[in-house]
């Protein structure tokens, strides 16, 4: 029972550069989201998706972007990498929209952007 | 916007000791209040949560309950145990947006 699994675990990149976080989910949840963590500062949003092909932004979007092709994956791209990008990063998933639900967490992917 | 406040950390306890972490919140309309907890090297995890005024949230001997007309949802416990070292969230949810506190560090004494 995989739950939602977040690759890599740990990430160094210089300045500049992209790459993807990628998060999947196998309890066929309609709802996902990304969440950066920061000392201090708590998870804040980045980009949520209610469904397949529905995306929307969330309370820090900017340097990001997401997208939904399937049910199971919700990628996180950052296009060009910044020391301010450097933080924890958790992809999240619920089984639907409602209020009521609980989060399911993966485990999270540490960046470092020098 | 919503917003969810709580009390700054490290709260640091001896075992046996009575915990509260307080945590207050603004919000539109009616949301749903949450309680994560996060051990080290780990994703959050939910510990309760109440969905409606005057609803009690409880698991592991942590409680708090909704109250609407102070917007807060304090976390208790009577008697903390070294193993509730970790980092509480409160959180709130309102339409598709999760919107949570900075988080209080709890470090328990043998």
């Known amino acids: 029972n995989a739950g939602v699994t977040q690759t890599p675990k740990f990430q160094v990149l210089k300045t500049g550069q992209s790459m993807t976080l990628q998060c999947a989910q196998d309890?066929?949840?309609?709802?996902m989201s990304w969440y950066r963590q920061d000392p201090g500062m708590g998870l804040r949003l980045i980009h949520y998706?209610?469904?397949?092909?529905?995306?929307d932004q969330g309370e820090v979007p900017n340097g990001y972007n997401v997208s939904r092709s399937t049910t199971e994956d919700f990628p996180l791209r950052l296009l060009s990498a910044a020391p301010s990008q450097t933080s924890v990063y958790f992809c999240?998933?619920?089984?639907?929209?409602?209020?009521?639900?609980?989060?399911?967490f993966g485990s999270g992917t540490q960046l470092s952007v020098l | 916007g919503n917003s969810v406040t709580q009390m700054e950390g490290p709260v640091t306890l001896s075992e046996e000791a009575f915990l509260t972490i307080n945590c207050t919140y603004t919000?539109?309309?009616?949301?749903?209040l949450f309680w994560y907890v996060q051990y080290p090297g780990e994703g959050l995890q939910l510990l309760l949560k109440a969905t409606k005024a005057d609803d009690k949230g409880s698991n592991k001997g942590f409680e708090a309950t909704y109250r609407k007309e102070t917007t807060s949802f304090h976390l208790e416990k009577g008697s903390v145990q070294v193993s509730d070292s970790a980092v509480y969230f409160c959180?709130?949810?309102?339409?598709?947006?999760?919107?949570f506190g900075a988080g209080t560090r709890l470090f328990v004494k043998a």
């Open positions: 999240a998933s619920s089984p639907d929209r409602g209020s009521n639900e609980k989060l399911f």
């Open positions: 919000a539109t309309g009616y949301p749903s």
């Open positions: 998706s209610v469904g397949a092909g529905i995306t």
């Open positions: 309890m066929n949840h309609e709802y």
């Open positions: 959180a709130l949810t309102g339409g598709f947006k999760t919107i």
